[in-house]
């Protein structure tokens, strides 16, 4: 009788997903693909797809809230692809992510007093274009060899610095998705640097060059010091510090001034919400707003 032979299952994934691990020629690093498929038969076109950044934290949370919101026949089920890294602890996946989710370090940030006392990524910063060329030019052709799926039905979801990368893509890799959900995204990051591509990304939109339908979210609490009570001499900072993180970051004016000037843009082939999630800080935010973007990408009609 052949061995048998039982693989520790991970503590991240959702029920029944599949694993596939590579190793990114463009990256030059290894990864896990977390893909949750879909029990009916796919549509004559192929599943659509979410393509979903810190697969390793959120993909339980987002397959759960699919496959519930597929019950509804108003609602498309989908694939979900969580892109995430061959490791099952937290703190090596939220130091891998670093790098693949941001832009090269600019001197007015790291030089800036409340940045300079935060742990440096021992990885880096600024591998984002090559990170969304990979999901591009090494992971959904990797996803449809398992599974069928529609290009022309794709979205691109992530959360904080994937937030930030989910609307670096929209302004500049618009073609690769057709649906985009930032989830409280880190626009602050090298002061505002993903900002620079808007006005670009703004005169294709009115020449009817670019399509796209974008989700842009925020926890309401997120720029309100959440400073703990207890235990706060783990963290990196002080109190002071983390107030001048909070000041200098205004997540919920950076969201809603970004929604305001794309909602004016809005025409046939170009959509844009905006949504404030009341009550929720920026740990608290990932399941409303994984939730809302599903039903904003995934809803018929």
Same mark, same amino acid.
């Given at each position: ?11 991240? /994934? ?15 690093r ?23 950044? &810190? ?92 599974v ?15 937030g930030?990368?989910?609307? $670096? ?9 057709? $649906? ?10 090298? &002061? ?7 006005a ?5 939109? +009115?020449?009817?060059?670019?399509r796209? +339908? ?12 959440r ?16 107030? *001048? ?10 969201? *809603?001034?970004?929604?305001? %000037?794309?909602?004016?843009? *809005? +025409?046939?082939?170009?959509?844009? *919400?905006?949504?404030? $999630? /009341?009550? &929720? ?10 939730? %809302?973007?599903? %039903? ?6």
């Amino acid at each position: 009788m052949a061995p048998t032979t039982r693989n520790a299952p991970s503590r991240e /994934m959702a029920l029944n997903a599949l694993r596939v691990d590579f190793h990114s020629e463009i990256r030059q690093r290894d990864y896990r693909l977390m893909i949750s498929i879909p029990g009916g038969p796919a549509p004559t076109n192929g599943y659509p797809v979410v393509y979903l950044i &810190d697969g390793n934290l959120h993909f339980g949370i987002a397959v759960d809230t699919m496959r519930i919101q597929a019950c509804w026949p108003d609602t498309r089920d989908a694939v979900i692809v969580g892109i995430g890294y061959q490791t099952d602890r937290l703190a090596d996946a939220l130091s891998l992510r670093m790098d693949d989710l941001t832009t090269p370090l600019q001197e007015p940030l790291a030089s800036t007093p409340w940045f300079r006392k935060m742990p440096p990524p021992p990885t880096g910063w600024g591998k984002m274009d090559d990170y969304l060329r990979m999901v591009d030019e090494e992971i959904k052709p990797r996803v449809a060899e398992v599974v069928s799926v529609d290009a022309a039905d794709q979205t691109l979801m992530g959360h904080s610095l994937g937030g930030l990368t989910t609307l $670096h893509a929209l302004f500049r890799r618009t073609a690769s998705f057709q $649906h985009f959900v930032a989830i409280a995204p880190s626009i602050w990051f090298n &002061d505002r640097e993903v900002l620079d591509h808007e006005a670009g990304f703004v005169q294709r939109v +009115r020449a009817g060059e670019a399509r796209a +339908r974008a989700l842009i979210s925020v926890g309401e609490l997120e720029s309100t010091l959440r400073y703990p009570s207890v235990a706060a001499d783990k963290l990196p900072a002080g109190k002071d510090d983390f107030q *001048q993180m909070v000041d200098y970051c205004r997540m919920v004016p950076n969201t *809603q001034e970004l929604g305001e %000037r794309l909602a004016a843009e *809005q +025409r046939p082939g170009f959509t844009v *919400q905006t949504v404030v $999630h /009341m009550g &929720d800080d920026h740990n608290m935010v990932p399941p409303a707003g994984i939730a %809302r973007g599903i %039903r904003f990408a995934l809803r018929n009609g």
